[in-house]
Structures are given as structure tokens and as C-alpha cells.
């Protein structure tokens, strides 16, 4: 099928969203609650376009496209309207950019830029916010910051569509409306994971580690794509450093994790700079702990092996692999117990 947006002729396929159709072909329409990995929430209302007989306009992002459709993206109405949607967000959530971890990388920022929000515009309807009560959210691992919150929804989407959870929902209505904890519904409670998807997907910073250091800002902050160390799944996953301290993780798209990333992939990382982290091997001498370098100790640990097989066999000897190393270092592991040293005392952390 074709529709015509903006005056030009462009190819859709069934199916697919106005707002799909315009991305297809590099026309932008601002957007604030859809996020590639969820399906169209609708909450938001930036992405709101004009379609030839509609008598409103309507969320590109939920509306299916149709032959001949005439869809208008950016006409003053919509500009004003966007604006006005805009001023409304920002009644509620403290326009604190200076202060606030994201500035620099915030969708909400960068909208408030295009569309010239500025602090005259926050007085228009002359409403003091309602301060929202603080209450628990559905782990302790993640503060969640009401004021700043937009109920946009993708959190409550990703703990459903992501994690297939559905440990949060919003509650309570009008200004009060907040996001929380699902009730307890009969004998089912769905108890949260800590994975962080809801974190994760928040466009506002309205979820915010609770335990993490603080972060940086975008532009002190250097992201290095690696690969996860606490099991074999091999998720990918970005390390953002400011100088030499790791101050959180972001996902990253693709991979075999898809971006998803669990909590101790998440949240485990402050280990990296943990002021006890072993930095070399030790040897125990005497009953304390000496600094070694690698040559010596394994020097060491060669000629000990070789020492207790010949003084009382091969199954004096046990070892014990690492849910840390690669699939590939575990094989050769197991291979050099059972094939050089002669035994099959040889298991993995992972079933302990
Ligand atoms: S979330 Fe975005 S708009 Fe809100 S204070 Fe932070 S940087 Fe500014
Ligand atoms: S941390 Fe995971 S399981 Fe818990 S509320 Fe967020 S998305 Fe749902
Ligand atoms: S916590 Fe974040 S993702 Fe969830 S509704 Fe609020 S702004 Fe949206
Ligand atoms: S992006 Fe379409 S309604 Fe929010």
C-alpha cells in the first residue's frame, strides 16, 4: 500500500504503524513513551499526528496505517499541542537538568529543547504539584523517585513483556497516580526479580539504582562494550566508567541477552572496584598470604600437583572449575584433570 506523509508518496506494508512507516523513511516524529523493545504503550500523546478525516489527532505510534492515508506530522497545531502535552509533563517533574544524573542524554531534555520549553512556560496553569508520598518499590535494589516519574509506562510494560514478571503497576489516581508494587491478587503475588528492566527503559531517571555509586555525567562517562563474568549465557552488556571506577551498566542491543540482563549482570559490578579485589596470585606461606606473580605461582601450583600425584596418586587431587571462565577454558580444564593429571575429581561451581 502507499500513504502520503507530508505531501510525499511512501510504501507501508500491512501492519505497520504511522509512526513505523515515518522512521522507515528518516521522518521524525518526536516520541517519549515508545521504546523499540515494547510494544506501543499510547500514554504519552508526543508522537500525535494529523490523518485526513480524522477530526483529532491521533498517537502515530498506535495507529495502523491504511492505502491512501493522508497523515500531516508537523503542522502548527500539532507543534502547540506537543507543547502544550509538554508543559503538562513538566508540572509535575522538576525541570532540574543541572542536577540530575541523565542531563545530557535525556529524551524529556532534548524535547523540552525543540519545543522551547522554558520556566515561564511552567507557571502557565499556575498548579502547585502534588508531593508525592515516598513508598516501598518492588525491590530494594531500585529507588523510585516519584516526582520525576511521567507515567509513562514502559516500566510496567517491560516487567511484563521483558521479564514476564508483572511485579509493578501503577496505583492511585489523578496527581496521586504513582507506579508500586502489584497488591497481592488471591494467592498470586508476582515477586519481583531485580533485573532492572523497568530501570532500564525509564526515559526520566524516575528509577535510579538505590545501592550503585553515583554516576557521571554523559559526558565524563566512557561505555565499554563487554561481555558479562557471572555465567556462561555470555550476555552483552556496557560498562560506563568515569575515569577508572565503574559507576553502572547499560544494555546494549543485540547479543544472545538481547539487552535484557539479570541482577547480578546489572547490579553486581562493584566488585570491579572493590578495595579487596586480588589483583595478583598469593601463596600461603607459613600460614599468611604473600603477593606472588604469575610465573611463580604457577610454577608453584605445577610442581605441587606433580608432588602429591606421585606421593598418593591421581585421586588426591581435586579441582573445582569457574562459572566465570568461557565454555571453551572450562572444556580444557576438565581435559587436563582427567587426561594429564588422572582423575575424575573434577566438577564446577555451578553445582554447588
Ligand atoms: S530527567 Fe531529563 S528533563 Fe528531567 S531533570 Fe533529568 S535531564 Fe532534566
Ligand atoms: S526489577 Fe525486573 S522484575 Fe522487578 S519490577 Fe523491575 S522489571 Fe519487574
Ligand atoms: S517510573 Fe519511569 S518508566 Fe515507569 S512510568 Fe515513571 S517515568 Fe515511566
Ligand atoms: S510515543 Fe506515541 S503516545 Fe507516546
Redesign the pocket.
Same mark, same amino acid.
Given at each position: 500500500m502507499t500513504i502520503l506523509m507530508d505531501g510525499m508518496r511512501l510504501n507501508a506494508r500491512e501492519g505497520q504503524t504511522i509512526l513505523d512507516v515515518a522512521r522507515e523513511h528518516d521522518i521524525r516524529i518526536p516520541t517519549l513513551c515508545y521504546h523499540e523493545k515494547l510494544k506501543p504503550i499510547g500514554s504519552c500523546r508526543m508522537c500525535i499526528v494529523e490523518v485526513e478525516g480524522s477530526s483529532t489527532p491521533v498517537a502515530a505510534c498506535t495507529t495502523a496505517v491504511s492505502d491512501g492515508m493522508i497523515v500531516r506530522t508537523h503542522t502548527p497545531d500539532l507543534v502547540e499541542l506537543r507543547r502544550e502535552t509538554l508543559k503538562l509533563i513538566f508540572l509535575k517533574h522538576p525541570m532540574n537538568c543541572a542536577a540530575c544524573e541523565i542531563n545530557g542524554n535525556c529524551q524529556l531534555q532534548d524535547l523540552a529543547h525543540e519545543y522551547d520549553i522554558n520556566h515561564t512556560d511552567l507557571h502557565t496553569y499556575n498548579i502547585r504539584p502534588v508531593e508525592p508520598e515516598p513508598g516501598p518499590?518492588?525491590?530494594p535494589? /531500585?529507588q523510585y523517585h516519584p516526582r520525576r516519574c511521567i507515567l509513562c509506562g514502559r516500566?510496567v510494560q517491560?516487567?511484563v513483556e /521483558?521479564?514476564e514478571? +508483572?511485579? /509493578?503497576n501503577f496505583k492511585g489516581r489523578g496527581a496521586l497516580a504513582r507506579i508500586a508494587?502489584v497488591e497481592r491478587m488471591g494467592s498470586i503475588k508476582p515477586e519481583?526479580?531485580?533485573? +532492572?528492566?523497568?530501570?532500564a527503559v525509564c526515559p526520566v531517571n524516575a528509577l535510579t539504582e538505590a545501592l550503585g555509586k553515583k554516576r557521571g555525567k554523559a559526558w565524563e562517562t566512557r561505555k565499554v562494550k563487554t561481555t558479562c563474568t557471572y555465567c556462561g549465557c555470555g550476555c552483552q552488556l556496557e560498562l560506563n566508567a568515569v575515569g577508572e571506577t565503574v559507576t553502572a551498566v547499560t544494555p546494549v542491543d543485540g547479543g544472545v541477552n538481547r539487552g535484557a540482563l539479570c541482577?547480578k549482570g546489572r547490579f553486581g559490578y562493584d566488585f570491579i572496584n572493590h578495595h579487596e579485589r586480588l589483583k595478583t596470585p598469593l601463596i600461603r606461606e607459613n600460614g599468611t598470604w604473600r603477593e606472588a606473580n604469575w610465573d611463580e605461582a604457577l610454577d608453584f601450583v605445577a610442581k605441587r600437583l606433580v608432588d602429591i600425584r606421585s606421593e598418593s596418586g591421581p585421586d588426591a587431587i581435586g579441582a573445582l572449575a569457574s562459572a566465570r571462565c568461557t565454555n571453551e577454558e572450562n572444556y580444557l580444564f576438565q581435559k587436563f584433570i582427567r587426561g594429564v593429571i588422572g582423575t575424575n575429581n573434577v566438577d564446577h561451581c555451578a553445582r554447588l
Open positions: 518499590y518492588a525491590t535494589l /531500585i516500566c517491560a516487567c /521483558i521479564t514478571v +508483572g511485579a /509493578i508494587p519481583c526479580v531485580s533485573c +532492572g528492566e523497568c530501570m541482577s
